[in-house]
């Protein structure tokens, strides 16, 4: 998917309040298409910062504007979807909020409250703040829509298809489960994983490799940001963990059984545990959100210098050969990397043949 000019041509005029990461973001898509974006932010720096990289201009305060995109921290943001209902009584007000049920009931009472559409662009980086925002940080990602008035919403879709993202109708109710199962918790897990690295002896932080990396990369997150998400979630995370602690203590109760007797029965249930986890996996959509396939990996030794990597992908594509996800994983104690492609099975050979050709060496 690509930027939409034509869908952004029909947003008129877009205040964006709250120029974080995702509010500029946002004002960088659009000012891109000829938007004309008006930026406000409490932060006088903020503010300046997300002018500066070009996400539109300080909103002069006397501008009729469309649509409303508000920003704000998850815990004050139905507090200023209200304010920005009383101050816009012809814009459409729409959010980028994480969690939707509390702000939905918020707005019951709210007068203009109609004219609200929930977001939620499923998108982020570890990094946070104006100065880490991009005009195509939503290409190709699902933008929730919480409304069912299609007519409504549709400034909202709109907004979502001129960034290049994929619009999802669903209830507010049914978008914070979903969350809590697929974003919450995953962070909760990566940071008690992570967490346990704390006070853990340095020989065997060394051992760390790939597998740990991946399992703990979304722990290097904002905790006051956390906070207030799972504040407002905090329902649904829990009935996740609670379900996810029956699963856990199975799996305890197990391997107690083997530790004191290894003889003892317990390794189904560990096997099933494993089983299970592959069998979720597998859901998970694969590339461009086909069903998932199955690639054959092919990994290369990387020297750690300037250019080994663009070398490897030109050698790649001489080959004719299509990457479908690639790794790169440093050796502990050497500089060299581990250069992981993984493509489709029927070239893998081929893959392979080329690489160690071209003066690569393949490993097994």
């Avoid at 490799?209 to 990369?217: E, N």
């Avoid at 649904?236 to 003889?263: H, S």
């Avoid at 790794?327 to 081929?350: K, Q």
Wanted: proline share 7%; net charge negative.
């Amino acid at each position: 998917m690509s930027l939409d000019p034509g869908a952004a041509a029909d947003l008129g005029t877009v205040r964006i309040v709250g120029t974080g990461l995702l509010g500029t973001s946002v004002g960088l898509g659009l000012s891109g298409m000829g938007v004309r974006v008006l930026l406000h932010d409490p932060s006088p720096t903020a503010l300046a910062l997300a002018r500066d990289v070009g996400a539109g201009e300080p909103d002069p305060g006397d501008v009729p504007v469309d649509l409303v995109v508000v920003g704000a921290p998850p815990d004050v943001t139905a507090a200023v979807v209200a304010a920005e209902l009383a101050a816009h009584p012809e814009a459409v007000v729409t959010d980028v909020a994480s969690v939707k049920g509390a702000i939905a009931v918020a707005m019951k009472d709210v007068l203009g409250a109609d004219r609200y559409v929930g977001g939620h662009p499923m998108a982020g980086r570890e990094r946070s703040g104006p100065t880490a925002a991009r005009a195509d940080l939503f290409l190709g990602r699902p933008w929730v829509v919480c409304g069912t008035d299609r007519q409504r919403c549709e400034p909202v879709r709109m907004l979502a298809l001129a960034l290049g993202a994929a619009p999802v109708f669903m209830p507010a109710s049914e978008h914070d489960e979903a969350v809590a199962l697929i974003s919450h918790v995953p962070q909760l897990a990566a940071s008690l994983v992570a967490g346990r690295l704390v006070k853990a002896a340095d020989p065997a932080v060394g051992l760390a490799g790939q597998g740990l990396r991946d399992v703990t990369r979304i722990a290097d997150s904002d905790p006051m940001l956390w906070a207030q998400i799972l504040s407002a979630n905090a329902a649904p995370v829990t009935g996740v963990l609670k379900d996810l602690r029956t699963d856990l203590d199975g799996l305890i109760t197990a391997l107690d059984a083997l530790a004191a007797d290894p003889g003892r029965g317990g390794r189904a249930a560990i096997a099933q545990v494993i089983h299970n986890g592959r069998e979720g996996r597998e859901r998970i959509p694969g590339k461009h959100g086909e069903p998932p396939t199955r690639y054959a990996v092919v990994t290369a030794l990387l020297p750690d210098q300037p250019g080994q990597l663009a070398r490897l992908f030109d050698d790649i594509g001489e080959a004719g050969i299509n990457v479908e996800e690639f790794s790169l994983e440093h050796a502990p104690g050497a500089r060299v990397g581990l250069g992981s492609v993984s493509v489709l099975p029927a070239v893998r050979d081929e893959l392979e043949r080329a690489l160690t050709e071209r003066g690569w060496h393949v490993v097994a």
